[in-house]
């Protein structure tokens, strides 16, 4: 069974740092891009990071550049995303996608993605 669940979300003050976790189980995720997206109430779903199979293209929204990182540990099966310096509209549910068909790139449209994990909630807030 192919699954993907996110970890790490909770509430957090600004300017503080939380690590998600995209673990997957059922296949691998070394073949596939990964991307985080996330979804704010009565927003759309955006993207804010992803990584090629290969590691050797990232991307991340403007708005998070500098403050968030995007890694994978194929070892564990799991993607990370770092996020420092969090701001109040960093608030949203973050979840994790899997792309099969781009092999030496990633894209930040949601449509583009096969499978999709069950989201981490992330709230920051004094």
């Excluded at 996110?6 to 976790?21: I, Y």
């Excluded at 799991?78 to 790139?105: F, W």
Aim: charged share 20%; with cysteine.
């Amino acid at each position: 069974q192919v699954q993907l669940v996110e970890s790490g979300g909770g509430l957090v003050q600004p300017g503080g740092s939380l690590r998600l976790s995209c673990a997957a189980s059922g296949f691998t995720l070394g073949s596939y891009a990964i991307g985080w997206f996330r979804q704010a109430p009565g927003k759309e779903r955006e993207g804010v990071s992803c990584v090629s199979r290969s590691d050797n293209k990232i991307y991340y929204a403007d708005s998070v550049k500098g403050r968030f990182t995007i890694s994978r540990d194929n070892a564990k099966n799991t993607v990370y995303l770092q996020m420092n310096s969090l701001k109040p509209e960093d608030t949203a549910v973050y979840y994790c996608g899997a792309e099969y068909h781009l092999i030496r790139t990633c894209v930040l449209r949601r449509g583009e993605y096969d499978y999709w994990g069950q989201g981490t909630q992330v709230t920051v807030s004094s």
